[in-house]
């Protein structure tokens, strides 16, 4: 009887999403309107339409585009600490910096007590901090995108 467990490396290598499959996704990620192969050759620089549509094809049979009037548009996003608001990449981070900056707000102008002890100083500080680690968190997932 035949083994039926398969590995990463039986796997044929299309079912990756790397290299340019996944510069064209993310290129795709950031249109705002559905986007024709031409474009996709054209904006990556890609060599032939031929490429490109490899390339988009690939991504249609990973189920993370599909196909429109106009064009393709991403169907599926799979990039980590993002979500979508209609076709804008948004990182999970910007929920922290609201949050942060909010509660940063109000300690300032609402909280503050007629002379700052140290709590008050401990907590404007620990709420700037993770103002910064929450901008600098959502600055680099926006770099991957």
């Keep these: 009887m035949p083994d039926e467990r398969t590995n990463e490396a039986d796997e044929p290598s299309d079912t990756r999403l790397t290299g340019t499959s996944y510069k064209v996704y993310r290129f795709m990620l950031k249109q705002t309107a559905p986007v024709g192969i031409s474009e996709v050759q054209r904006e990556m620089s890609l060599s032939s339409p031929s490429v490109a549509q490899y390339h988009i094809r690939k991504l249609v049979r990973l189920g993370l585009v599909r196909e429109e009037q106009g064009g393709y548009v991403v169907d599926k996003v799979v990039l980590e600490n993002v979500f ?62």
């Design 84 to 145: 979508r608001i209609r076709r804008v990449s948004v990182p999970v981070q910007t929920a922290y910096v609201a949050f942060f900056s909010v509660t940063f707000f109000i300690l300032l102008v609402f909280l503050r007590p007629a002379t700052i002890n140290s709590l008050y100083f401990f907590a404007v500080v620990v709420n700037a901090a993770a103002i910064a680690v929450s901008l600098y968190e959502a600055g680099k997932t926006l770099k991957r995108l």
